[in-house]
């Protein structure tokens, strides 16, 4: 993709690729914005990221927590109703989601997407977390409820320290998710100032192939704050997976 | 240095085409007259288009120019292609439908047939609007139910484009109006010598229709009210075994070649000499430096025939402010609206005086010959206009392709479009 970023724009599609542009087209990367306004894309997807993260980690533990903790056919039918959801096509989705975001008055902000994270975004995290705290044993947690600590408290004191790495691979797959998606957007935010940088990218997507450098220098910009992402917080996510 | 300054020009370049069309167009609207009689400015209005950047630029200039010309304030909002309808489809479903959106004519039925579109001709004769000023044919593709629903932008036709470097280092002469089918042959295998190809078609009814049409056949029984499919009736079958034999011929790019490049690619790389698309490849052509190219007409199997490819503007009927949007597509498609858009080189443009003018014949850019689009006009037909359309084009393009690039029986393949297209086409 980098190595594509540089090669010349104009030119006839390459039969292969050179181990490196000569010359390297640097300034590929500063043509983008011209194509779509980037700052406030990446601003827009930035602010996306911070909001629905956060929720998505605090929703989807508590969910998880509820299901292990309720008891016998309530959590059978539980783990059942997430992963029914989980079935569900998410095309079949983005009327009913529309139709109910703009009853509310939440269609068309850069925050709409976020919405999702009051749901969880995927039922998929529910259940990681159900899975993660059905580790914890039971005994300890109704110890804790003994010891007259209130619902949140046990999630807040017992629970999320002891279910970290769960909470790390949902923060990244969640993160992933609200900085890559562009068809719920697509659908559900109605002015281009609103959308996301992958919303952005996807409509660069359709360039013709002479231009093609400059939509892989988009993509790598695109790419590069997820990658840093990772880069700096590799070592809490190995040290939160590996054992002790 | 020089070099990295040379190196820079292009991006530079294709950032100008669309701003100089955009300054052209803007100085000119000047004398571009307003609706009369209106002392408020219209409404606000939000306009869907599928379009790839350059093409999205276009738009933007056009709006832009449209509001300086005293409209109202427009949200434009473009989508890639491959997203339009989903988008517009979602939207009309929820309620929150864009004011206008472009639409092609093979893809519009559906929203009309559901209520979604507000018939465009009244609306439009309030503005002032004259559609004896336009071509008939797109007009006509945009009639449904005996009213013009949406206004065509523009009137686009299937033709031959060839490398003109390719035929002269290939020994042979230009490709003449009328020519024949048999002649058309002779010159893709005389082009296939090396890693060169005669020529590149997709497999698609839009690309075989003319040709069907063209040896005296039909692709439906009923142009209006279709109910059955009709490739394998012997004249339409004869056609298409006309090209699966060019296919067999070896003057075509194989399989492979075609997964790791489009017709189109393979035609700005010079691995093929001649490739049939509509006018929509013209801007990414006279982009690639050095590639020599012009248009030519199909060739004939019997009598000329051509398709035709035309996007209008609709009026969403859930839309608030209807004349707003009227007044808009007014511009969009009058005469500065179409210079602008004939500028940026991807339409044929629907106005009669544009069509006619240099902003789209001028032979200074590529390719030399745009005449042929409008010579092609009178031979134009249009695919039905029924809802199951698009589906039915989907059944019969991947059959197709089972065909030129599998290898298999055509009349194998003319039966699975028989099973699986014609209740498509009854399920109305």
């Known amino acids: 993709m980098v190595l594509g970023s540089l090669q010349r724009p104009l030119q006839p599609p390459p039969d292969g690729l050179d181990l490196w542009p000569n010359p390297a087209e640097w300034s590929n990367y500063s043509t983008v914005p011209r194509f779509m306004p980037l700052t406030r894309l990446l601003l827009n997807s930035l602010l996306l990221v911070v909001v629905a993260v956060p929720i998505t980690v605090v929703v989807t533990s508590m969910a998880g927590l509820a299901i292990v903790t309720a008891r016998g056919r309530t959590r059978r039918l539980l783990v059942g109703l997430s992963v029914f959801m989980l079935l569900v096509p998410a095309a079949a989705l983005w009327v009913p989601r529309v139709v109910l975001l703009r009853a509310l008055g939440l269609a068309d902000t850069p925050l709409t997407v976020a919405l999702l994270a009051l749901a969880g975004t995927t039922p998929f995290y529910v259940l990681l ?21 209130s619902p949140y408290g046990v999630w807040r004191q017992i629970a999320l320290p002891l279910v970290r790495p769960a909470v790390v691979a949902v923060a990244a797959l969640s993160g992933l998710f609200y900085w890559s998606t562009f068809m719920d957007p697509l659908t559900l935010v109605s002015s281009p100032a609103n959308w996301p940088v992958a919303l952005g990218l996807r409509s660069l997507s359709e360039m013709e192939a002479a231009l093609y450098p400059i939509y892989l220098a988009a993509a790598v910009v695109v790419t590069a704050p997820a990658v840093l992402a990772f880069a700096v917080g590799q070592r809490s996510f190995f040290a939160s997976v590996e054992r002790p | 240095m020089t070099a990295r300054l040379s190196a820079r020009l292009p991006v530079r370049r294709l950032v100008a085409v669309p701003t100089l069309a955009a300054l052209l167009a803007v100085g000119a609207c000047s004398g571009e007259p307003t609706a009369a009689g209106e002392s408020q400015p219209p409404a606000r209005i939000t306009v869907q288009v599928g379009a790839d950047p350059e093409e999205a630029a276009v738009y933007r200039s056009l709006v832009s120019a449209y509001q300086k010309a005293g409209g109202g304030e ?137 040709f069907i049409w063209s040896s005296g056949g039909s692709i439906v029984d009923d142009d209006a009210t279709p109910t059955r499919t009709t490739l394998h009736e012997p004249r339409a079958r004869a056609a298409l075994q006309a090209v699966v034999d060019l296919v067999g011929s070896g003057a075509t790019p194989s399989k492979e070649q075609l997964a790791a490049q489009d017709v189109d690619e393979q035609f700005m790389t010079g691995k093929l000499a001649m490739f049939l698309s509509s006018r929509v490849e013209v801007p990414a052509l006279r982009e690639q430096r050095g590639l020599d190219f012009d248009v030519a007409g199909l060739p004939v199997l019997g009598t000329p025939a051509s398709v035709l490819h035309s996007d209008a503007y609709c009026v969403a009927s859930s839309s608030q402010h209807q ?29 009669r005086s544009v069509a006619t003018s240099p902003a789209f014949l001028s032979p200074s850019r590529p390719p030399a010959s745009s005449q042929v689009f409008l010579d092609a006009i009178p031979q134009l037909r249009h695919t039905p206009v029924t809802p199951a359309w698009p589906e039915v084009e989907d059944v019969i393009g991947n059959q197709l392709q089972r065909a030129f690039q599998d290898g298999v029986p055509l009349d194998e393949v003319l039966a699975a479009i028989r099973a699986e297209a014609d209740p498509l086409l009854r399920r109305r």
């Open chain 2, 74 to 210: 427009v949200e434009l909002v473009t989508v890639a292609r491959g997203d339009h309808l989903t988008r517009l489809s979602t939207a009309f479903t929820s309620g929150d439908a864009p004011d206008v959106f472009l639409i092609n004519y093979r893809e519009y039925a559906p929203f009309v047939q559901r209520g979604a579109v507000a018939p465009a001709g009244p609306l439009l004769e309030r503005q002032g609007l004259k559609t004896a000023d336009y071509y008939e044919e797109p007009l006509k593709a945009f009639s449904y139910q005996d009213a013009l629903q949406c206004m065509p932008q523009n009137i686009s036709s299937l033709v031959v484009y060839w490398n003109r470097a390719l035929f002269r280092k290939a020994g042979l002469k230009p490709p003449k109006a009328g020519w024949s089918w048999a002649e058309f042959v002779a010159t893709a295998k005389a082009l296939s010598k090396g890693s060169v190809k005669g020529v590149g078609i997709d497999p698609s009814i839009t690309r075989m229709a003319p």
């Open chain 2, 323 to 351: 004349d707003a949007a009227a007044k808009f597509i007014a511009y969009a498609v009058g005469q500065q609206g179409q210079t602008i858009t004939a500028l940026g080189g991807r339409t044929v443009p629907s106005l």
């Open chain 1, 129 to 149: 977390f159900a899975l993660a705290c059905s580790r914890i044993p039971g005994a300890l947690l109704e110890a804790a409820t003994l010891e007259g600590l």
